[in-house]
């Protein structure tokens, strides 16, 4: 049986709607959840938190109905981006703010000293959180949300507001604390490397709804739709399925065959992702079903990695390269090279 349960959820907020919303999760998941700006993410989160009254549906948690029950006495914790930390305390008291009421002083302070040596903020327990940098205050809150060992800890974007530097070490740290706590995750956020990091699943959003929810995997190598294509930043590829050889389907996108491992005929939708893409002078010996020379049409430098737009008889791909690949392969713009790409990774998804 699912920890959470999310039953057919809605919810009336004037300009904006949660539109019988299903969701189950499992005890010990790490959930993310996607979606664009206004989709409803963070509404979901508050919802199951108990903040908002529900025009539909229910909320189960370990199989107990909590839909009308106060956000304090459902077992669950809510991280947000702000960190919401009370300025006039130190960092100890608020860590340990949850377990005033429940726990003796003993217990209390092994408690908040374990979590911070965890969480590796033993040494600024002294300290108040307007002394404390950006990752420290969200180290914090994290802490003050996981002492209390809830059934559900919910993030709001709790990364968003951090370097990147700081964010790959937030991440790792988070993943070692959870694993050893056993906490159920869900967690809300713009940035697909927090899925592949942190997720076992993920869930899209899109006006109100889940329109997908499967593993990081299914859901960015085969997502649902146009639109969950096109958001999780695959490349669609529209064509005309029809002959078979050596039991892949050929597909004509523009000028060019193309070849996938899915059964398709007539008129179809193709899903590539951008970094299954191996970009080579010469096609040679390969494992490659498609082979397709291409021209770079443009290079963005994104972080520690490069962005290519590739063309060719009528079709035009994204791809993913590193720096020391744009220097090995000596690739620019205008430059002809092969992409090569396995039958196994273009996906028909409609």
Not at 98 to 118: D, M, Y
Not at 136 to 143: K, S
Not at 216 to 234: C, L
Not at 270 to 277: A, F, G, V
């Amino acid at each position: 049986m699912a920890l959470l349960e999310v039953e057919n959820l809605g919810i009336d907020l004037g300009d904006f709607h949660l539109r019988d919303v299903s969701l189950s999760v499992e005890e010990g998941d790490y959930l993310t959840v996607i979606g664009p700006t206004g989709a409803g993410k963070s509404v979901l989160l508050e919802a199951i938190a108990g903040f908002y009254p529900l025009l539909s549906g229910r909320v189960l948690l370990d199989g107990r109905d909590v839909t009308k029950e106060p956000p304090e006495r459902r077992g669950i914790s809510i991280v947000y981006q702000d960190y919401m930390l009370f300025p006039h305390m130190t960092v100890f008291d608020n860590i340990a703010f949850g377990l005033r009421k429940r726990l003796p002083t003993g217990e209390i302070e092994r408690e908040v000293s374990h979590i911070a040596r965890e969480l590796h903020i033993e040494h600024i327990l002294h300290r108040k959180p307007g002394t404390l940098s950006g990752g420290e205050q969200q180290r914090v809150a994290l802490a003050r949300a996981l002492v209390v060992r809830p059934k559900v800890l919910l993030m709001d974007e709790p990364f968003s507001a951090l370097d990147s530097k700081t964010r790959e070490r937030l991440r790792s740290l988070v993943k070692g604390v959870i694993a050893e706590y056993g906490t159920t995750v869900i967690h809300v956020t713009h940035d697909f490397e927090d899925v592949f990091a942190l997720a076992k699943h993920v869930a899209v959003m899109r006006d109100g709804r889940i329109v997908q929810f499967g593993t990081p995997e299914e859901v960015f190598s085969r997502p649902g739709d146009e639109f969950i294509a096109d958001f999780v930043g695959t490349n669609l590829l529209r064509g005309t399925a029809g002959r078979k050889r050596d039991g892949l389907t050929a597909v004509r996108v523009g000028d060019v065959i193309l070849y996938t491992s899915d059964e398709a005929e007539g008129e179809v939708i193709l899903s590539l992702r951008p970094e299954e893409i191996i970009l080579a002078r010469e096609p040679g010996e390969c494992s490659a079903q498609n082979v397709v020379p291409v021209m770079i049409e443009s290079m963005e430098r994104r972080g520690q990695l490069v962005w290519l737009s590739l063309v060719s008889d009528g079709l035009s791909l994204r791809a993913v390269v590193t720096p020391n690949a744009v220097e090995l392969l000596k690739i620019r713009p205008g430059e002809k090279f092969y992409a090569l790409f396995k039958a196994s990774v273009l996906r028909v998804i409609g």
